[in-house]
């Protein structure tokens, strides 16, 4: 069997220029994501992680720039996009600092968590009450959302699982009865933690 043949891109689309943050596990998953779009032309044209591991990353994946720090990225005048994959602790502080310097926002998953606060007693998840970990997490998201809707740039959510069609009818019933969710039910299984900071509650919320 031949290959599919890929859609042709318009000679006038313009090419949306990327910034990745990190260049971790996530990043990979992304430049893979990135190397199969079709329809509209992208180029990864910088990359920003403390370490010389940020060199080795932009020479496998041919990106033009690698930088340092978040803000050296943010600052590039060329770039049109942000793609935050960096660890939890520090999505919601990025995205806000990106959209605020006039750059669209993709956002690896969990948008916020609770990464705990001084004061906490260690373990975090055994001596903090979940409740009051949801409402400090709703707190930022709220403040968090406020800032990007007045930055007027445009926020995406790398997140599957929101869009599938199971998630998104209940949404839409819940919206539209006004009812609330009396009892939730799930699983997870996972093959591994992937990097060293997945153990550490202060990184990852838990």
């Not at 930022?140 to 930055?151: G, K, L, N, P, V």
Request: proline share 4%.
């Amino acid at each position: 069997m031949g290959a599919i043949p890929r859609p042709q891109r318009h000679p006038q689309m313009t090419k949306i220029k990327i910034g990745l943050a990190g260049c971790g596990f996530v990043s990979e998953l992304h430049m893979y994501a990135y190397r199969r779009v079709y329809g509209v032309e992208v180029e990864v044209r910088a990359v920003a992680a403390r370490g010389d591991h940020v060199n080795a990353f932009a020479r496998k994946h041919q990106i033009s720039n690698a930088y340092r720090s978040f803000a050296e990225l943010v600052a590039d005048r060329e770039l049109d996009v942000i793609d935050i994959c960096t660890p939890p602790n520090l999505h919601a502080a990025m995205i806000v600092e990106a959209m605020q310097a006039g750059k669209h926002v993709i956002c690896e998953k969990p948008f916020s968590g609770y990464f705990g606060r001084d004061g906490d007693k260690a373990p975090i998840g055994k001596h903090v009450p979940k409740a009051l970990m949801y409402q400090r997490v709703m707190e930022e998201m709220e403040q968090t959302r406020a800032a990007i809707e007045r930055t007027g740039r445009l926020f995406m959510y790398a997140e599957d699982w929101i869009y599938a069609p199971a998630i998104t009818k209940t949404a839409e019933i819940i919206r539209a009865t006004g009812d609330k969710i009396l009892f939730m039910k799930g699983e997870e299984s996972h093959s591994g933690s992937h990097a060293a900071h997945a153990a550490q509650w202060a990184m990852t919320g838990g």
